[in-house]
């Protein structure tokens, strides 16, 4: 769904109905940062914080960011610190407060499941972020965008809150990498043994399934079979890229996993992109599933993240048959395919995406690349051409990239305004199925709630 799309609010929603709740633990610095800056009128982060294990970690960052009353108009936020590989110790502590006051706000008052999602793509973030949310209990880790093969180990050792690291991907690499983080020199130590959440990898391919579930270091609880209709990122289709007379990329037969191999693997899993109708949970459930993964449906749900006027003007757009969902072969600055939302003011529109400044202060889907034996830079193709050419990029790979860093936030309200004015103009995303979406709109005109989605799905 996008960044803080999935919020705590509808984790907590769905949870309370018996099944799995999951917030975006997509770039939480960035939004608990913000919406202290914002003033957290109703307190419900600075609940959540008071409850962190560490209370002078949390002091820390409350007093970095917090403003009572909030931001004066006009006047930008703070910036909360880049994801690097060599990580200071204020950005590891407003890791580990924002995930854990994410997952805490939605478990907290009910007895329901939490699980977080994350991307393989961000592993600057992974350590400190499975942390903070282990802390607060988390229930499960989602992951996907890649291969995320480290984890199921990351997350035994981050329960008995031991020293860890991943391998971090770096181009042109001469040598390894590694992100990691040290919970008993972060937090001092002393506390007690935290649950290890179960592990569900979110993948596209049966081959990859098969792969992780050779060894016991690589093999998941489960998996999400998740196909190209899914909103956000998507796997690239198979072979050569192809797009059509609209500029989409063509997917076909190959990019669909063969489930009946996934079912051999002998471990349970749900299928995601596109089912999102009663039909769709009862097929997948006849093909082995335990169940389905639902985002499009939740995205427009009364206590999802997303803006009032733009789940509005998605709603109209559906009520109406004319919202387009279009998946952009050079969004994304990771060069996967990322479905966008066509509406009115938004980075969709060609003219809205060229008033944009182009630059890169967010920077989560920065990627390191080696600048000489031992020494890591970053770079993004969404950054100005200029910049990024001069660290090694490409032209081609800057053309048509957006900003998804500013587009995202902004859809909840947290985007950036700028000491010239500028506000960042946001970027939504759906799914391309809109089926269950239109129907359960027929049953409900004004919009429905998370618990009206669920009612929906399981009948």
């Known amino acids: 769904m996008g960044v803080a ?19 975006s633990g997509t770039a939480l610095d960035i939004v608990i940062a913000r919406r202290l800056q914002d003033g957290d009128l109703d307190g419900d982060v600075r609940r959540a914080i008071a409850h962190f294990p560490v209370p002078s970690i949390a002091k820390h960052v409350l007093d970095r960011y917090f403003l009572p009353g909030g931001r004066a108009p006009g006047q930008p936020y703070v910036p909360a610190p880049k994801l690097s590989i060599d990580p200071t110790v204020k950005a590891d502590e407003l890791s580990l407060v924002a995930n854990f006051a994410e997952v805490w706000l939605a478990k907290e008052g009910h007895d329901g499941l939490i699980g977080i999602n994350f991307l393989e793509k961000v592993q600057m973030a992974t350590p400190s972020a499975a942390y903070g949310a282990m802390l607060a209990g988390v229930d499960y880790v989602l992951m996907g965008a890649g291969i995320p093969k480290e984890i199921p180990a990351l997350l035994d050792q981050l329960a008995a809150h031991e020293a860890c690291s991943i391998s971090l991907k770096v181009d042109g690499a001469t040598e390894e990498y590694t992100i990691g983080i040290d919970p008993v020199a972060l937090t001092g130590g002393g506390l007690p043994p935290l649950k290890r959440p179960m592990f569900l990898a979110i993948i596209s391919a049966h081959v990859l399934a098969a792969h992780l579930a050779r060894e016991d270091y690589t093999r998941p609880d489960g998996f999400v079979v998740e196909g190209p209709r899914a909103g956000g990122h998507n796997a690239p289709p198979r072979g050569r890229l192809v797009l059509d007379d609209d500029g989409q990329p063509v ?16 471990l349970p899993f749900w299928l995601a992109g596109g089912y999102c ?39 109209s757009g559906l009520a109406s048959g004319s919202l387009e969902v279009r998946t952009d072969a050079l969004a994304s600055p990771t060069g996967f395919p990322f479905k966008v939302a066509t509406l009115p003011a938004t980075i969709s529109q060609p003219e809205t995406y060229a008033e944009r400044p182009r630059l890169c202060d967010i920077g989560h889907l920065r990627v390191p690349y080696e600048r000489s034996p031992g020494t890591v830079g970053y770079r993004c193709p969404s950054e100005p051409v200029h910049m990024f050419l001069k660290k090694g990029g490409s032209l081609e790979a800057t053309v048509g990239r ?25 970027l939504v995303t759906l799914g391309v199925d809109l089926e269950g979406p239109a129907k359960l709109l027929a049953s409900y005109p004004n919009g429905w709630t998370a618990a009206q989605a669920v009612g929906y799905l399981v009948g």
């Open 5 to 23: 799309v999935s919020s705590w609010q509808l984790a907590s929603a769905v949870a309370q109905t018996g099944q799995l709740g999951v917030v």
């Open 402 to 426: 957006k900003c998804l860093c500013n587009g995202l936030t902004s859809n909840v309200g947290l985007g950036q305004t700028r000491k010239d004015g500028y506000s960042e103009a946001p």
């Open 251 to 266: 997917f076909g037969p190959r990019d669909d996993a063969d489930l009946a191999k996934v079912a051999e693997v002998g």
């Open 277 to 315: 109708t009663p039909e769709h949970v009862t097929q997948a459930q006849s093909v082995g599933a335990a169940g389905v993964q639902v985002g499009t449906l939740f995205a427009l749900s009364a206590e999802s993240g997303l803006q009032d006027v733009l789940r509005e003007q998605l709603l």
